[in-house]
């Protein structure tokens, strides 16, 4: 694994709207986050039907249509993000498709060099995912963004997703941040509403996570929307 680069020259913006100094520790979620969102879309809305029809032998518009039921069914739910619950669903290994197009998973625009900030700045850095740990592992072994992280937590761990108020208990419990000086980054609306029900106090919400898609508008949320790291560096 590459050693991480000299952090020593990554130094703050004066006019940034996050207030560094109040902040020990960053919560950061991966999947359009620190990761384009693209590969994730791609998977599940056009390579996943593709190859369900063809283990199948189905009609690709009736994969679409079958999948979206699935995928309709369990947002939000534990099951939406656990490979073994959709490979059991679909009679496919699911991490082997994801490999299929690998290539594809791509850091978001300025994460690197945001995480060489942080580490500049000495924050303890943490990886709080829904992603399951096989789908996790693929995506760390692509990117390496692990070596800017303190540690790597999947909500699978807890048996409890982001979106459960139960979760947020669990890693103050095992870690012992503050939440009056933690901050919180996530590309989705409602897992910042519920880290901010929870009493984290500096959230951040991505409007631009599928590189390949249009920025999305911010929501009646009470936190910071951004479209990319620069503007809070």
Not at 1 to 27: C, F, G, N
Not at 80 to 87: A, F, P, T
Request: with cysteine; proline share 6%; glycine share 2%.
């Amino acid at each position: 694994m590459t050693e991480p680069q000299d952090t020593q020259q990554v130094q703050t913006d004066t006019k940034s709207p996050i207030d560094w100094p109040a902040i020990d520790t960053v919560l950061l979620d991966m999947d359009g986050t620190l990761l384009d969102l693209h590969f994730d879309n791609y998977f599940w809305l056009e390579h996943l039907p593709t190859r369900y029809a063809e283990h199948h032998k189905i009609d690709e518009q009736q994969a679409r249509e079958t999948l979206h039921q699935h995928i309709q069914a369990y947002e939000g739910t534990l099951q939406w993000y656990c490979l073994d619950h959709w490979s059991e669903l679909v009679q496919m290994d699911i991490t082997t498709l994801k490999r299929e197009i690998s290539h594809k998973i791509k850091q978001r625009p300025h994460t690197q060099r945001f995480l060489a900030f942080l580490k500049s700045q000495h924050k303890k850095v943490i990886l709080v995912t829904n992603a399951h740990r096989r789908g996790l592992q693929l995506k760390l072994e692509v990117t390496a963004i692990d070596q800017w992280l303190d540690l790597v937590i999947s909500s699978h761990d807890y048996q409890l997703p982001k979106e459960s108020p139960q979760f947020w208990q669990h890693l103050h419990r095992a870690e012992h941040f503050d939440p009056t000086r933690t901050l919180f980054i996530d590309d989705t609306p409602r897992i910042v509403g519920k880290a901010g029900e929870f009493g984290i106090k500096h959230l951040v919400c991505i409007t631009h996570p599928d590189s390949q898609k249009a920025p999305r508008p911010p929501c009646q949320q009470h936190c910071l929307y951004i479209k990319d790291f620069d503007e809070i560096i």
